[in-house]
């Protein structure tokens, strides 16, 4: 498989008694979406963390355009190309959403111990946040306190910010957590359009989204892939709609 | 923003503050009213420790109540170096540049690795152990302090025995100080110091090593603020533990919050509010803390951005 982006092998995690990644191993190829389903409490963002860095699995491995970067710390990864959107919205409420991106473009710009100069003057760090929230189409809303917007906002702007960490594998925890009909559409339309540029492994609830959009599909549970394949094979897969599709409207709820 | 709001009720009312305070030495030479011109040196100097632990507590979200520590090690600095015949400012002063800012890496490097009430706790212990530490030394006063005999001598270039230049002196260097805070705050440095106060478990999600943004922006601020104990130990040709201790660092955190959190004049508005208070409501009665107490809750409570806020500023929230 030599067009594979992340590859992850015989990954391992366990908190106490649980296991929330069971020998797990899964890849994205390039270009792919590659979206990873299954109930609350499968391991899903457990296992985002362990690619990002920012959780140490407990054993196996994983590689990042066949390199292995199991032992890099998370700014390392993220400086490689791997962005994470998180499921819970986490921004800076007080600033625009400008700012709050362009704070991403400055992480990764070097280290920020320049005292003098206007960061807000800067087109090295503005520009790229301009682009990243134009993309996500929030270009007209760049001005405005994250505060003052919605959640369906905030959900796109933890996507630009994603997107300003010039990233070539994005992964996304359940964008659409939390969203309306109408704006999950809108979220759908981006995605279906991101996936044309990056690498994706999409976590998502919303079944409709994923079978629309994904080209592969993982199902996960108690922390174990249990299968793996195009979507019309997962929809007929016995195991998946015991263990998951037959209970998703129970799920979902959750979510 | 500084330029952008210029002709707002904002930018006015600041512009008219500064003229005013620069004026003031020709209205107290005018009027022989020398009192208008301590009250005022004194209202300078706080107003530069206010502007220096805002940048902290207002920008960077870390509530120190230990900030006249560095008073206390800016005054103890210029006294010491007098009480032992060394009289040149050029000495002293870098000094308790030097010093403050070397307690504050150290109380810093501590104090950070704690949030919320443990660092304000954390912070007050520092102060306080500095207060009796001051206390203790027998050979500079110990609880009785140690009186200045000759302020620092700048060669001829600045007489701080003159009492306008010395008001000038303080003038400049809250000017200065603030220009400073300016640019830092709106530099690559302060939207990080900024983000982290904003949300500081996302700045170090998407990658930033907040721990020591935060630890430099308290040694400046620590800095500025031994800067502000220099001056105040000229001021009063006199330092004691006092100048330390945990009330005084209150009157600058009221100072910040009565101002406006995170604002750049807010301080020094903050400074002159409570500062002519205090000294008005003292002439009526002595028991003026008791009124003063009430009113500033009510200010903080009712104007949540300080005066800063009333005047028309927006605030983070
Ligand atoms: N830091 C942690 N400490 C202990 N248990 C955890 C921790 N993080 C996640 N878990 C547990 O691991 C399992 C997987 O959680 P998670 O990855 O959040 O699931 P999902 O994202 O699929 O809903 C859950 O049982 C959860 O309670
Ligand atoms: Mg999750």
Known sequence: MTDALLQVKNLSKRFG????????????????????????????????????????????????????????????????????????????????????????????????????????????????ARAALARVGLGERMNVRAAAMSHGEHRLIEIAMALAAKPRLLLLDEPMAGLGPEESARMVTLLRELKRDYAVLLVEHDMEAVFALADRITVLVYGRAIATGAPDAIRANEDVKRAYLGEQKAVTRHG | MMKQSLLSVRGIAIAIMLLLLALLPVYSHATGNIFALTLFTRILIYALAAASLNLIMGFGGMMSFGHAAYLGIGGYAVGILAHEGIASGFVQWPVAIAVSALFALVIGALSLRTRGVYFIMITLAFAQMAYYIAAGMARYGGDDGLTIYKRSDFAGLINLSDKVQFYYLCFVLLLAAIYLIYRIVNSRFGMVVQGARSNEKRMQAIGFPTYRYQLTCFVIAGTLCGIAGALLANNTDFVSPAIMYWTRSGDLMVMVILGGMGSLFGPVFGAIVLLVLEELLSQFTEYWQIILGPMLLLIVLFARGGIDGMLGRRTHD
């Not at chain 1, 700014?75 to 919205?89: D, H, M, P």
């Not at chain 1, 003057?121 to 520009?127: C, N, T």
């Open chain 1, 17 to 128: 008694g649980i296991v929330a990644t069971d020998d797990l191993s899964l890849d994205v190829r390039q270009g792919e979406l590659h979206a990873l389903i299954g109930p609350n409490g499968a391991g899903k963002t457990t296992l985002i963390t362990q690619l990002t860095g920012q959780l140490t699995p407990d054993s196996g491995a994983v590689l990042f355009a066949g390199e292995d970067i199991s032992s890099l710390p998370a700014y390392q990864r993220s400086q490689l190309g791997l962005a994470r959107s998180f499921q819970i919205t986490s921004l800076f409420l007080d600033m625009t959403a400008l700012d709050n991106v362009a704070l991403a473009v400055q992480a990764h710009a070097g280290h920020s111990f320049r005292f003098w100069a206007p960061a807000r003057g800067e087109a090295e760090l503005r520009d790229p």
